[in-house]
């Protein structure tokens, strides 16, 4: 049966054009307008194939040869006529399918590799691996190349190319593709400068190669990049554009005219004047030197070839001149590029945000009198400060007050022994509550809050505070006679001198948020036995010392104790006035007081606007409550004329279009 078709197909062929068959069944096929299906069938009959063909198949055909094909051969040629009409072969096991081309990718093309890359126009699919380029690159470089039933597609994570089309053809695409996925031989060259400033050569090397690549004159464009730290510039390209670069490199590295540029420098935190001194010391204190430095040519494929060039480190201190304008805060550098390069580095190290902190204080004094009379010991509840609760505390024998308040301030007081005032903690573990030891001393009988004051001062700034009046103090006197009447004129020599208190604090951050503190606390005061100015007695008592404290922690500094006794008489009216026997009608005692100047310093670290606000708004709460438990408490006295201070919210709110609103507006007194 078999060969009854092969038969028949010949004779159709004879029919319809010209088929030789020579021997070793070679034959020559020569077709004028047959049909597709016919030229399939004599297919079949000489290679031994199964063919399927799909009903959309229809075509004439013409096929010229001049000599005899064996059955590869022809085959390769019917391939070459089915996809010159639109048709692919697609085969699958034993059968292979006629399909049109559309329909062909979709079906089971073979993969092929570059061991078996496949025949001809055999329809194939191959996976590239790309190595050097991004195969997203090579897309539209290659989608020109492929026709419109190829596909062509890139997956990135593997970096690979999926390409499906005629056998032919893909190998065409590879060894385009080879060509172009090779390893960028270009190198990257760097080249110390002696005198241009690196980022200023780098600007106009840019600025002329996007010139050029406009005019068209260069087919690539060179990376070029400044190096500011050793004043170099790096050019990466081939070895024809680096050769160019390198000449007009060497013309702008000349040295001026002046012997130095001259740059203004603004500053953001520093101030000018002090920055002068340190970078003049910088720029003396700079060892010139001069030499031959070697040049160095990288290439990406990671070797390097040493290039010799004249280098200049620094090349001379003598024409640096730093000037400050205090108007404007900026320094006026004139100085050869390289030390200004060097200047600039020193600037942005020490142009920076500094740190501020603020300084919580309370000075108060502690009477120990009160533990010889009272002898009571009695309890107290829980009480609230700020919004937060404090367990219940002890007071017990009004004495030791220090012990008891540094427990409370370090959050450590859970029990009061023996002579505690009052004992409690903040909340929140591990943190002081600076309210909780203010209204702890604030509550207590035998301790008088002689000051609570706040300072914010920045990093290693000395920050002043003083509350208090200028005394008069007499230092001198004489008396002068009139040449013309005679008369004494006396006349006396005053100095105000200020008595109260003044704290002086200057902090230090030190690294791990330690923060030292240069303390000066002075508290001064008359005595009560002065009576005019020339004989004014003050109490005055100081403390200086410098203390390391966490931040947030709060630390005491010492007592400063002083004796006073008072004398005191009572008696019987009448009775203790009779001489002798009034004695036994009358009470004499000598109370010996001892009063202790405690001073206590809470520093805290404010590094950025956020923090500051944040303690902003709590130390303003603070007092706005305790203006508010006041009024609660004063209800159905006297009003206070003042009124209390309105929310922070609501005062920022209308600062902007009223300045009025800081003040508390006083009440209508009218009816």
Same mark, same amino acid.
């Given at each position: 049966?078999?060969?009854?078709?092969?038969?028949?197909?010949?004779?159709?062929?004879?029919?319809?054009?010209?088929?030789?068959?020579?021997?070793?069944?070679?034959?020559?096929?020569?077709?004028?307008?047959? %049909?597709?299906?016919?030229?399939?069938?004599?297919?079949?009959?000489?290679?031994?194939?199964?063919?399927?063909?799909?009903?959309?198949?229809?075509?004439?055909?013409?096929?010229?040869?001049?000599?005899?094909?064996?059955?590869?051969?022809?085959?390769?040629?019917?391939?070459?006529?089915?996809?010159?009409?639109?048709?692919?072969?697609?085969?699958?096991?034993?059968?292979?399918?006629?399909?049109?081309?559309?329909?062909?990718?979709?079906?089971?093309?073979?993969?092929?590799?570059?061991?078996?890359?496949?025949?001809?126009?055999?329809?194939?699919?191959?996976?590239?691996?790309?190595?050097?380029?991004?195969?997203?690159?090579?897309?539209?470089?290659?989608?020109?190349?492929?026709?419109?039933?190829?596909?062509?597609?890139?997956?990135?994570?593997?970096?690979?190319?999926?390409?499906?089309?005629?056998?032919?053809?893909?190998?065409?695409?590879?060894?385009?593709?080879?060509?172009?996925?090779?390893?960028?031989?270009?190198?990257?060259?760097?080249?110390?400068?002696?005198?241009?400033?690196?980022?200023?050569?780098?600007?106009?090397?840019?600025?002329?190669?996007?010139?050029?690549?406009?005019?068209?004159?260069?087919?690539?464009?060179?990376?070029?990049?400044?190096?500011?730290?050793?004043?170099?510039?790096?050019?990466?390209?081939?070895?024809?554009?680096?050769?160019?670069?390198?000449?007009?490199?060497?013309?702008? %590295?000349?040295?001026?005219?002046?012997?130095?540029?001259?740059?203004?420098?603004?500053?953001?935190?520093?101030?000018?004047?002090?920055?002068?001194?340190?970078?003049?010391?910088?720029?003396?204190?700079?060892?010139? @030197?001069?030499?031959?430095?070697?040049?160095?040519?990288?290439?990406?494929?990671?070797?390097?070839?040493?290039?010799?060039?004249?280098? @200049?480190?620094?090349?001379?201190?003598?024409?640096?001149?730093?000037?400050?304008?205090?108007?404007?805060?900026?320094?006026?550098?004139?100085?050869?590029?390289?030390?200004?390069?060097?200047?600039?580095?020193?600037?942005?190290?020490?142009?920076?945000?500094?740190?501020?902190?603020?300084?919580?204080?309370?000075?108060?004094?502690?009477?120990?009198?009160?533990?010889?009379?009272?002898?009571?010991?009695?309890?107290?509840?829980?009480?609230?400060?700020?919004?937060?609760?404090?367990?219940?505390?002890?007071?017990?024998?009004?004495?030791?007050?220090?012990?008891?308040?540094?427990?409370?301030?370090?959050?450590?007081?859970?029990?009061?022994?023996?002579?505690?005032?009052?004992?409690?903690?903040?909340?929140?573990?591990?943190?002081?509550?600076?309210?909780?030891?203010?209204?702890?001393?604030?509550?207590?009988?035998?301790?008088?809050?002689?000051?609570?004051?706040?300072?914010?001062?920045?990093?290693?700034?000395?920050?002043?505070?003083?509350?208090?009046?200028?005394?008069?103090?007499?230092?001198?006197?004489? @008396?002068? @006679?009139?040449?013309?009447?005679?008369?004494?004129?006396?006349?006396?020599?005053?100095?105000?001198?200020?008595?109260?208190?003044?704290?002086?604090?200057?902090?230090?951050?030190?690294?791990?948020?330690?923060?030292?503190?240069?303390?000066?606390?002075?508290?001064?005061?008359?005595?009560?036995?002065?009576?005019?100015?020339?004989?004014?007695?003050?109490?005055?008592?100081?403390?200086?010392?410098?203390?390391?404290?966490?931040?947030?922690?709060?630390?005491?500094?010492?007592?400063l104790t002083d004796d006073n006794f008072r004398d005191s008489k009572d008696k019987v009216p009448l009775l203790g006035?009779?001489?002798?026997?009034?004695? $036994?009608?009358?009470?004499?005692?000598?109370?010996?007081?001892?009063?202790?100047?405690?001073?206590?310093?809470?520093?805290?670290? $404010?590094?950025?606007?956020?923090?500051?606000?944040?303690?902003?708004?709590?130390?303003?709460?603070?007092?706005?409550?305790?203006?508010?438990?006041?009024?609660?408490?004063?209800?159905?006295?006297?009003?206070?004329?003042?009124?209390?201070?309105?929310?922070?919210?609501?005062?920022?709110?209308?600062?902007?279009?009223?300045?009025?609103?800081?003040?508390?507006?006083?009440?209508?007194?009218?009816?």
């Amino acid at each position: 049966m078999k060969t009854y078709l092969k038969w028949l197909a010949w004779i159709s062929l004879f029919w319809s054009g010209v088929l030789t068959v020579q021997a070793q069944e070679s034959a020559t096929l020569n077709l004028k307008d047959a %049909d597709i299906r016919v030229l399939i069938d004599t297919v079949s009959a000489i290679t031994g194939k199964n063919f399927i063909i799909d009903p959309r198949v229809k075509a004439r055909v013409t096929v010229i040869s001049s000599k005899p094909m064996k059955p590869e051969e022809l085959y390769q040629v019917f391939l070459s006529i089915l996809q010159v009409h639109g048709f692919s072969a697609v085969q699958t096991g034993n059968v292979t399918k006629i399909v049109p081309d559309v329909n062909a990718k979709q079906g089971p093309v073979p993969v092929v590799s570059s061991r078996y890359p496949g025949r001809g126009d055999q329809l194939v699919t191959r996976v590239i691996q790309i190595n050097h380029v991004p195969a997203a690159q090579l897309v539209p470089i290659l989608r020109p190349l492929i026709p419109q039933q190829g596909q062509l597609a890139a997956y990135q994570p593997s970096n690979i190319l999926l390409i499906s089309d005629r056998a032919a053809n893909v190998r065409r695409l590879v060894e385009i593709i080879k060509r172009i996925d090779r390893p960028d031989q270009d190198d990257i060259e760097i080249i110390p400068l002696e005198h241009a400033p690196a980022a200023d050569v780098a600007r106009t090397l840019t600025t002329l190669q996007r010139k050029d690549a406009k005019g068209g004159a260069m087919p690539g464009q060179p990376v070029i990049t400044a190096d500011e730290r050793t004043n170099s510039i790096l050019i990466g390209g081939d070895k024809a554009t680096r050769l160019r670069l390198r000449g007009i490199i060497a013309h702008l %590295d000349t040295p001026l005219d002046n012997g130095g540029d001259t740059q203004v420098v603004f500053l953001k935190f520093a101030k000018a004047e002090e920055l002068v001194k340190i970078l003049t010391g910088v720029s003396k204190s700079g060892v010139t @030197t001069s030499g031959s430095s070697p040049g160095r040519t990288l290439s990406k494929g990671g070797k390097a070839v040493a290039r010799r060039r004249g280098a @200049t480190a620094l090349t001379s201190r003598k024409d640096v001149s730093i000037q400050a304008d205090e108007t404007n805060n900026a320094l006026v550098i004139t100085a050869p590029p390289a030390i200004q390069a060097e200047l600039r580095k020193v600037i942005a190290q020490l142009d920076i945000r500094r740190d501020q902190v603020l300084i919580e204080a309370v000075i108060a004094e502690v009477s120990l009198d009160l533990k010889k009379e009272l002898g009571a010991s009695f309890g107290v509840q829980g009480f609230n400060v700020g919004g937060k609760d404090v367990g219940p505390a002890i007071v017990a024998n009004l004495g030791d007050l220090a012990t008891t308040v540094l427990g409370l301030a370090s959050g450590t007081a859970t029990s009061a022994p023996a002579g505690t005032i009052i004992g409690g903690a903040d909340t929140r573990p591990g943190k002081t509550n600076f309210a909780i030891l203010l209204k702890a001393l604030a509550s207590d009988a035998a301790t008088n809050i002689l000051s609570t004051p706040t300072l914010v001062t920045l990093d290693n700034v000395e920050a002043e505070i003083s509350v208090g009046q200028e005394v008069p103090f007499l230092t001198g006197q004489f @008396t002068n @006679t009139g040449s013309t009447t005679g008369a004494v004129n006396p006349f006396q020599t005053i100095e105000r001198r200020d008595v109260g208190l003044t704290l002086k604090v200057k902090p230090q951050i030190n690294e791990g948020d330690e923060i030292q503190l240069e303390i000066e606390q002075e508290s001064s005061s008359l005595a009560s036995t002065s009576v005019s100015t020339s004989d004014v007695v003050t109490n005055k008592r100081n403390i200086k010392t410098t203390v390391l404290a966490n931040n947030g922690q709060v630390i005491v500094l010492g007592g400063l104790t002083d004796d006073n006794f008072r004398d005191s008489k009572d008696k019987v009216p009448l009775l203790g006035d009779i001489p002798v026997v009034g004695k $036994l009608f009358q009470f004499n005692s000598t109370q010996k007081v001892k009063q202790t100047l405690m001073v206590f310093i809470h520093p805290v670290i $404010l590094r950025d606007a956020k923090t500051a606000d944040e303690y902003t708004r709590r130390k303003y709460g603070f007092f706005r409550a305790r203006q508010l438990d006041a009024d609660i408490v004063n209800r159905g006295l006297i009003k206070d004329s003042a009124g209390v201070i309105p929310d922070l919210d609501e005062l920022i709110t209308q600062m902007p279009g009223d300045a009025g609103a800081l003040i508390p507006q006083m009440p209508d007194s009218t009816p």
